[in-house]
């Protein structure tokens, strides 16, 4: 046991600590966004989300298991409790667990470098032993600094630079005392390897690699259907993220679902797409110069007409299982962002963007929501959490259980 009381500590935008209640209660809320089920009873398909405890592939997992009934596997990687709290992630993972048992949803959850062929391995094995040796859908949604190869051993590392030429653009900060500041930031551009380094880790190399390891396994059912995510976003941002070195990865990570869409169509009628999703405050959001700043202001224009994570990733379960149509644009990507694009909303956000200084910002950005969000994010302003009473901090990584729903499961607060 090791109850303490959590308080919000951050480095900017990063908070030392997560507080397992507040998580817990996050993916509750999560959970009762979701519609009602799509079918009612029955064995759902079988899915493995990989990046399953944070952002959209949290939002996948929770709308994946609440809205269609998968079964199958989530794979993260994250930390547990010791000096410190466990990750937010790990607090997450344990209440998506418990959420999933308590309606008859067989999820496992492995934690580990998805990177690694060790954990597909791992992922196989456990296909083939638990879920019939067959997967239906894949859902690949993974931000990471860093990935080792798995043949060479070579270790990349991915950055955010502009492409060409040093970027300077606007960016949200906050000073000690939690005022909001606007400032310019500029960044160099990309030199050496800087873009081949970026697309090794965040392009489609992997992706490619899991679905190539699995189909070498026979575990690939006929009809598979695979989907990565991805973002485009707003011109105001472009130069440091889609004409970025994250861009050439996206660029990458399309190419790659038209090579698997051809592939996977001529060998099991199945399909791979790219979902282009809208904007979010998530961990790694935040780190981008100039995004918090265009986030907040994009919630000042559209108020609660944003669409969460969690409601996006409905829209997508919804047209990959086909109860929906899948719309695809000219480039063969499912568009989850057109309300963010929409001309109408990008004029009125770039307004907002060409006027916003220190002293104007609280008028044109709704910054109190995007804080709240960000502290959403570690488990804080959550509704229906005392932040002054101890909480256990040592909460388990969720065990596999022969028969789901073995394990005690009460319901989720309210």
Excluded at 286 to 292: D, L, N, S, V, Y
Aim: charged share 20%; proline share 5%; aromatic share 8%.
């Amino acid at each position: 046991m090791n109850e303490r009381v959590i308080a919000p500590k951050s480095r900017g935008f990063l908070f030392l600590d997560s507080h397992p209640e507040g998580c817990r209660r996050l993916v509750d809320e999560m959970w009762r966004a979701v519609p009602a089920p799509l079918a009612a009873g029955g064995e759902g398909p079988v899915a493995l989300v990989i990046g399953s405890s944070a952002g959209y592939g949290l939002a996948a997992t929770i709308a994946g298991l609440a809205r269609v009934g998968i079964r199958g596997i989530g794979v993260c990687f994250e930390k547990a409790p010791a000096r410190r709290t466990g990750t937010a992630g790990w607090y997450r993972t344990a209440a998506t667990d418990r959420l999933a048992r308590l309606h008859g949803r067989d999820m496992v959850f492995l934690n580990g470098d998805a990177f690694g062929d060790a954990m597909k391995e791992q992922v196989a094995d456990l296909l083939a032993e638990r879920f019939g040796g067959r997967l239906d859908y894949l859902v690949y949604s993974v931000a990471a600094p860093r990935r080792t190869d798995p043949d060479t051993g070579e270790v990349y590392a991915s950055v955010l630079k502009p492409v060409g030429s040093r970027h300077t653009t606007k960016t949200l900060v906050f000073d000690d005392h939690g005022a909001p500041e606007v400032k310019e930031v500029t960044t160099a551009p990309a030199e050496g390897d800087d873009v081949e380094q970026t697309v090794a880790v965040m392009g489609g190399a992997d992706w490619e690699r899991w679905i190539t390891f699995l189909a070498g396994r026979s575990l690939l059912a006929e009809g598979f259907t695979t989907a990565a995510l991805s973002y485009i976003g707003s011109p105001l941002t472009a130069a440091i993220y889609r004409q970025g070195t994250i861009g050439a990865a996206k660029a990458h990570l399309e190419a790659t679902a038209r090579t698997l869409d051809e592939r996977l169509g001529k060998t099991l009628g199945g399909r791979a797409v790219t979902s282009v999703n809208a904007a979010a405050v998530t961990q790694s959001s935040t780190a981008i110069p100039g995004i918090a700043l265009y986030t907040g202001l994009l919630r000042g224009v559209l108020g609660d007409a944003m669409v969460a994570p969690v409601g996006q990733l409905v829209s997508l379960w919804d047209q990959l299982t086909g109860a929906q149509p899948l719309a695809l644009d000219d480039e063969g990507r499912v568009r989850l962002d057109t309300w963010e694009l929409d001309p109408a909303v990008q004029n009125a956000v770039a307004e907002r963007w060409n006027t916003a200084t220190g002293d104007t910002v609280t008028e044109l950005a709704d910054l109190g929501w995007f804080g709240d969000e960000v502290r959403r994010l570690y488990g804080f302003c959550v509704d229906g959490v005392d932040y002054t009473a101890p909480v256990e901090t040592d909460v388990p990584w969720p065990a596999r259980q022969d028969v789901p729903g073995d394990a005690p499961v009460t319901a989720p607060g309210r």
